[in-house]
């Protein structure tokens, strides 16, 4: 259940066991995506994508069909495939609907949590600062990606203690994956430094029982991620971090 949740907030926490050429080309493929190493400026081919991947059509194309549904792919009339990112308009409702449906479950998590749930996320707010403190004392430290593990984890730990599962549905429905993912990779320090601190409220808010506080403080928490991608100036269209991945017109 965490990893099925985690995968809404965008990290996957481990690779997952059993994981089939179909996947594998979807999990590949996404990736390069958001890290802008496959380019929006010109098309791409399924044969292209087989050959780059050195995989068969048939799971290339069965996660060409997934990415198309999520729109990270476009097939445009006579013109192939386009990797598509989201725009500002996308972006700012895409994060409101984030804002509403997360302060409504880490308020149900402040009524229902159990005892248990509870100091599991006073402990993974912990944890995330301390890694904070440790990206802060060591810049070379290669922290960044369990950073983002606590933080998939958080989130969904709070999902989990909203004890709702239609809320949960509607949130693997609604939360853009990609969003989430195009966020991490461009926080700098001081936006996981305040992310760190958010956590904490959060998980205090909850573990007391506070309900009110603890939506108002996730509230917060999703809003200062929007207010920090809608005011980069990059935000319509999210710089690539990483060098170009081949592709091969097909």
């Not at 496959?38 to 995989?55: Q, W, Y």
């Not at 997360?102 to 402990?123: C, D, G, I, K, M």
């Not at 004890?163 to 320090?189: C, K, M, P």
Request: proline residues 5%; aromatic residues 4%.
């Amino acid at each position: 259940m965490v990893k099925k949740i985690a995968s809404i907030f965008g990290t996957n926490m481990a690779e997952p066991k059993g994981e089939t050429a179909a996947d594998r080309a979807y999990r590949i493929l996404r990736s390069a995506i958001l890290s802008g190493r496959l380019p929006t400026d010109r098309k791409v081919t399924e044969a292209g994508l087989a050959e780059m991947l050195d995989l068969s059509r048939t799971p290339v194309r069965n996660a060409v069909g997934r990415l198309l549904i999520e729109g990270l792919l476009q097939r445009r009339k006579g013109s192939g495939l386009w990797c598509i990112l989201p725009t500002r308009d996308e972006i700012r409702t895409i994060f409101d609907i984030r804002a509403r449906l997360e302060s409504y479950a880490a308020a149900r998590a402040a009524e229902f949590a159990t005892p248990l749930q509870r100091a599991e996320l006073v402990a993974s707010a912990a944890r995330m600062a301390l890694l904070v403190d440790e990206m802060l004392s060591d810049p070379h430290a290669d922290v960044v990606p369990r950073i983002d593990a606590e933080n998939a984890l958080f989130h969904c730990k709070i999902v989990e203690a909203a004890h709702a599962r239609r809320l949960e549905l509607l949130l693997q429905s609604t939360i853009d994956v990609n969003l989430v993912t195009l966020t991490l990779q461009a926080y700098g320090t001081e936006q996981r430094m305040r992310s760190a601190s958010h956590h904490h409220e959060i998980a205090v808010a909850i573990a007391g029982g506070m309900v009110e506080l603890a939506g108002k403080a996730m509230e917060v928490h999703i809003l200062s991620a929007a207010s920090f991608v809608l005011t980069d100036p990059q935000a319509d269209h999210p710089a690539p971090r990483q060098g170009k991945m081949p592709v091969r017109p097909g």
